[in-house]
């Protein structure tokens, strides 16, 4: 089982569309977590940091679930520029982070 | 601008050559990083440095050799060793590596062997 698991989609939806990523991770110990987001042939952004309470910015909220060690994200009211890769990311230790293999959105017209 | 400075942007390598890529951060972070990431891949660590003067191997050290002399730069150095360097390279930093920092990219070197 790999350590952070993604849906590696494509998750194809019209314009203003509400999206939603799962990812989860195999260590439950993991200590903290983030979404970053790439553009094609781009480095990784961050996103938004997941806290177990959950937050939002604007259109984007994170859940954390750490019972079934899962987080997610949420887009609501989808653009065209959110089109890009969505990766998990998860501190399993003090020094090491865990990228997921990504989740990729295209936003249509 | 405070950020992280990869370089080149490109770069060709013949079969038997080594290549150094240049990392160098003015955020005055401890912990710097050096990811590959192949087509459709998500990243895999090749090296990480905590500290100056010390490193460790990451995954996927086989074939690679990095340094930490100094503060500011983690250059990663792809040896003819390494079979498949053919990938983009992505060196990052954090300002120390305890857990909830975030970590910040450098925007990213291509490397194609030919």
């Known amino acids: 089982r790999k350590e952070v698991e993604q849906d590696p989609g494509p998750f194809n939806v019209p314009e203003g569309a509400t999206v939603a990523f799962n990812c989860t991770y195999s260590?439950?110990?993991?200590?903290?977590f983030f979404w970053y987001r790439q553009d094609c042939r781009k480095e990784p952004k961050l996103l938004m940091s997941?806290?177990?309470s959950g937050n939002e910015d604007g259109r984007f909220t994170a859940q954390l679930n750490r019972a079934s060690q899962y987080i997610s994200l949420l887009i609501r009211d989808s653009k065209l520029s959110d089109s890009a890769t969505y990766l998990c990311?998860?501190?399993?230790?003090?020094?090491?982070?865990?990228f997921g293999s990504g989740t990729r959105l295209l936003v249509r017209p | 601008d405070g950020g992280i400075t990869q370089s080149p942007k490109y770069l060709f390598r013949k079969e038997g050559q080594n290549v150094t890529l240049s990392c160098e951060q003015n955020l005055n972070h401890d912990a710097m990083y050096w990811y590959r990431q192949d087509p459709g891949q998500g990243l895999r660590l090749i090296y990480y440095?905590?500290?100056?003067?010390?490193?460790q191997k990451g995954d996927i050290a086989e074939g690679y050799s990095v340094s930490r002399e100094k503060k500011e730069s983690f250059p990663l150095t792809v040896t003819s060793a390494q079979k498949n360097p053919t990938a983009f390279y992505l060196c990052a930093s954090r300002p120390d590596p305890g857990p909830g920092n975030t970590i910040y990219f450098g925007e990213g070197s291509w490397l194609t062997v030919v």
């Open positions: 997941v806290y177990s």
């Open positions: 260590n439950s110990a993991s200590q903290s």
């Open positions: 990311v998860v501190n399993d230790s003090s020094y090491k982070l865990i």
């Open positions: 440095s905590q500290i100056v003067n010390d490193f």
